[in-house]
């Protein structure tokens, strides 16, 4: 089992900053790759980015440029750095883990947490 807790959200005006946090714990040895996603109002759940265990990353095109996906490994820690926000970007913000248990692949979600970006 992993749980993941995100943390970091708020309001903040357009081209302002947040830094959204996930914390992994439980069986975070077995963790792979983790994706930031993302829900606006009225909208579908939409991928944002992804970060391998070796921190490769990717990234909506949408975002690229703007926000920031990094791992801490050691703290069982995935960071999203969202700069130049847009009133676009409000949503709520999830994280979801791939974790390897025996020979199947598992997806572990956080609760998420709300971004919202004023005009």
């Known amino acids: 089992q992993v749980q993941l807790v995100e943390s970091g959200g708020g309001l903040v005006q357009a081209g302002g900053s947040l830094r959204l946090s996930c914390a992994a714990s439980?069986?975070?040895?077995?963790?792979?790759?983790i994706t930031w996603y993302r829900q606006g109002p009225g909208k579908q759940r939409e991928w944002v980015a992804s970060?391998?265990?070796?921190?490769?990353?990717n990234y909506l095109d949408s975002v690229k440029g703007r926000f920031t996906i990094t791992r801490d490994n050691a703290k069982n820690m995935v960071y999203l750095q969202m700069n130049s926000l847009k009133p676009e970007d409000t949503a709520v913000y999830l994280c979801?883990?791939?974790?390897?248990?025996?020979?199947?692949?598992?997806?572990?979600w956080g609760q998420g947490t709300q971004v919202t970006v004023s005009p």
């Open positions: 979801k883990a791939n974790v390897m248990n025996g020979p199947r692949w598992d997806e572990y």
């Open positions: 439980g069986s975070t040895e077995r963790i792979n790759a």
């Open positions: 970060i391998s265990t070796a921190g490769i990353a």
